[in-house]
């Protein structure tokens, strides 16, 4: 099973070409962290079930392990990605003629005159956390200004609030990728899948003050391209972004949590509530699939449930004082 393993993420790395990150997390799913507390990987399950080899996991083993990692507390999502890695190694599996149909524990696309396995996991509707306008007002006034890393700070959270990046595509920019004047980013995104990706005026001036003052200062021999340099003068990291977030979150008083996948959200949501086409926020989210995006049309459904009831005459309720959610969201940038 090392072998077929070590075949599969070769497999993931060079024919379906994905990210590196991609493959660890598939990888993470399978194998399971050792670092991280109880058996939570589909082998590690199948090593507790004394579970061997591939001919003795079959749908109640898929099962099985679903009713464990729920009874570890894990969440739904979760539970469905760690599914998800399960597929992947059998499409493979399949694909190779290392198992047959029949052997195959989990829902497949069926090939002609198979019969596919049933197998599926409801998950529950989850709108995504976003901030509001003035949320984000305070949040992007939050960074100290007459510090190089505070002009850093301004800048990357401009920036991912302006174009709906992915924090792994933001600590990835390298200078040359920017384009300030046209206010154009070029982005190698998921699947090194590459697309431009938009900025407004005031995003485009906190990377450029940042680049001429703050960058200056933080630049060693290190990272000479890294467009996002920490106090050593190396690339920042996704970790110390998200800890930046949670700082700058706390410091104005935002209770719910925020992370870098938080403004991505909030980007979309507000760009939907302004106006724009799904299929534009598809392209500039980057996402392969539309049904990835229309997930943000669930949030301004509810954003102008909240403008109708605190607005409409005959919604109103006596004795009422929540004034709602406003008038649907403006697009800053």
């Not at 933080?218 to 920042?236: Q, V």
């Amino acid at each position: 099973m090392q072998q077929i393993f070590d075949r599969y993420i070769q497999h993931l790395e060079a024919e379906r070409n994905l990210s590196p990150k991609t493959v660890r997390n598939y990888a993470n799913d399978l194998l399971g962290n050792y670092a991280r507390g109880p058996e939570k990987g589909f082998f590690q399950f199948l090593v507790l079930r004394k579970i061997t080899s591939l001919d003795k996991i079959d749908r109640k083993a898929v099962r099985d392990y679903m009713a464990y990692l729920m009874e570890q507390g894990i969440v739904k999502p979760s539970i469905a990605r760690k599914l998800s890695a399960i597929r992947s190694f059998y499409h493979y599996l399949r694909q190779e003629e290392i198992v047959t149909a029949e052997q195959v524990p989990i829902n497949l696309p069926r090939r002609r005159g198979e019969r596919s396995s049933s197998f599926s996991l409801k998950l529950d509707k989850r709108i995504p956390t976003f901030l509001t306008i003035q949320e984000m007002e305070r949040l992007l006034g939050a960074p100290d200004l007459s510090t190089p890393l505070g002009q850093r700070d301004r800048a990357f959270l401009e920036l991912l609030y302006a174009s709906g990046l992915r924090v792994s595509e933001l600590v990835g920019l390298d200078v040359d990728q920017l384009n300030l004047d046209d206010g154009e980013i070029h982005v190698w995104g998921k699947g090194s899948k590459e697309r431009a990706v938009l900025m407004g005026k005031p995003a485009a001036e906190a990377l450029n003050a940042y680049i001429r003052h703050g960058r200056n200062e933080l630049l060693s021999r290190k990272s000479r391209n890294a467009l996002f340099l920490n106090r050593y003068g190396g690339r920042l990291t996704e970790r110390t972004v998200q800890k930046l977030l949670n700082k700058y979150a706390r410091s104005i008083g935002i209770q719910k949590k925020v992370h870098p996948h938080t403004l991505r959200h909030t980007f979309a949501t507000h760009m939907l509530d302004g106006g724009a086409d799904l299929r534009v926020v598809q392209e500039l989210l980057g996402h392969a699939d539309l049904s990835s995006t229309q997930i943000y049309t669930q949030v301004t459904k509810s954003q102008a449930k909240k403008v109708y009831m605190s607005a409409h005459p005959m919604a109103q309720q006596k004795g009422n004082d929540d004034n709602g959610a406003g008038a649907p969201a403006v697009v800053r940038k």
